[in-house]
């Protein structure tokens, strides 16, 4: 039994089921992260986890305790909003200690509770300022701050950096990294951003259409998606994605792909995701850019590097890489390699390609296949 019980829970409005039959369990001290596109049903679920949003059927229980029927401040959950919800007309310190006032907790122990967080938060300083006072960043620092105090069960982030410069998003993702290391809280985040997903999560629910299509860790996520919806939303740049059709050259499993020039290509299969017994079958090829790159870029200890030549239509340096674009069958792929190499627009160049990193969906079910 999980610390937080999702069970079969669904969320309707009327007619319309906006989160269908979805099963999670959450362990005591995990970061699971809810993503995926606007509408997908994320927030719905972390708000009927909060009790601001009714299950319409199912069950969530926390510690073994339904919560079905128990009011938000009874859940023992604390909540960081995207808007930081913080009181105008209070300094940092009443700001902190509100949550724990309305509680009943004594002042001696909520300055205590305020003056350690705050600490902890490196926030110290701004006690005693307004939140008028305070820039993105710091008003961030203080809504968790104002979370932390209580000490709850769960703690529910609603994608706290959005509203904040791309820059400052970064630290503080790094300083909640932190933060959940030292103290091993257990958090459920959602974010639209994939990047955050993987860095802050050590489990991660891949949503849409109110289905929940993945849950994995971030490495089998990245590695194995569930089906092409994963693949495609799930890293940055995404994985590519490409027609090919599987073959049998010399008793092994190939993937036979199109190129610009007219010509095929032959990619044969590492053996650990072998197609043997698909042969003829079209497939949709998924390889991440970094497993396309230059020769000498390539991974020295795959078996399974394979080199093809393929007409370079776009070069795009980005600092510590370049993102290179071709075609493979039909469609733009794009490759990253080292910032040095030498790779023109309009060039046929060698593109030396990972196959212990593809994967195979089925073109119809779009899902996995090997």
Do not use: W
């Not at 029927?69 to 009443?94: C, E, H, K, T, W």
């Not at 009943?104 to 909520?110: F, L, Y």
């Not at 307004?130 to 932390?148: D, F, H, I, Y």
Request: net charge negative.
């Amino acid at each position: 039994m999980g610390f937080l019980e999702i069970r079969n829970a669904t969320k309707s409005y009327g007619a319309v089921k906006v989160l269908h039959a979805t099963d999670i369990a959450v362990e005591e001290g995990e970061f699971l992260v809810l993503v995926g596109p606007s509408g997908c049903g994320k927030s719905t679920l972390l708000n009927m986890i909060a009790g601001l949003e009714e299950v319409t059927s199912g069950d969530i229980a926390i510690k073994g305790r339904s919560m079905n029927g128990v009011r938000p401040a009874d859940r023992n959950i604390a909540m960081v909003f995207q808007s930081y919800a913080l009181y105008p007309n209070m300094n940092v310190g009443q700001n902190m200690a509100f949550g724990l006032e309305m509680h009943g907790i004594p002042k001696s122990e909520r300055d205590k509770a305020v003056s350690q967080v705050a600490d902890l938060l490196q926030i110290s300083h701004l006690l005693d300022r307004k939140p008028g006072q305070l820039s993105g960043g710091q008003r961030q620092r203080v809504a968790m701050g104002r979370a932390l105090v209580r000490d709850p069960d769960v703690f529910l982030f609603d994608e706290p950096l959005s509203n904040l410069d791309a820059k400052l998003r970064v630290d503080m993702r790094t300083e909640i990294k932190k933060l959940h290391q030292k103290l091993g809280t257990t958090i459920v985040y959602v974010t639209h951003d994939q990047i955050e997903a993987l860095t802050l999560s050590t489990r991660i629910a891949v949503m849409f259409g109110g289905h929940v299509q993945q849950l994995g860790t971030p490495k089998e996520i990245y590695d194995n998606p569930a089906n092409i919806f994963v693949a495609g939303f799930m890293g940055s740049p995404s994985m590519n994605l490409f027609p090919a059709k599987v073959a049998t050259e010399n008793g092994e499993s190939v993937a036979k792909v199109a190129l610009a020039d007219g010509t095929s290509a032959t990619l044969p299969f590492a053996r650990e995701r072998s197609m043997a017994g698909h042969e003829g079958r079209d497939i949709i090829l998924g390889i991440r850019p970094e497993a396309i790159t230059d020769e000498d870029g390539a991974d020295r200890n795959s078996k399974a590097i394979h080199r093809i030549e393929a007409r370079v239509e776009v070069t795009e340096p980005a600092g510590s890489d370049t993102f290179v674009v071709s075609h493979l069958g039909g469609k733009e792929v794009t490759g990253r390699f080292r910032a040095d190499v030498d790779v023109r627009a309009g060039e046929t160049f060698p593109f030396a390609i990972n196959m212990e990193k593809a994967v195979a969906f089925d073109p119809e079910t779009e899902q996995r296949i090997g």
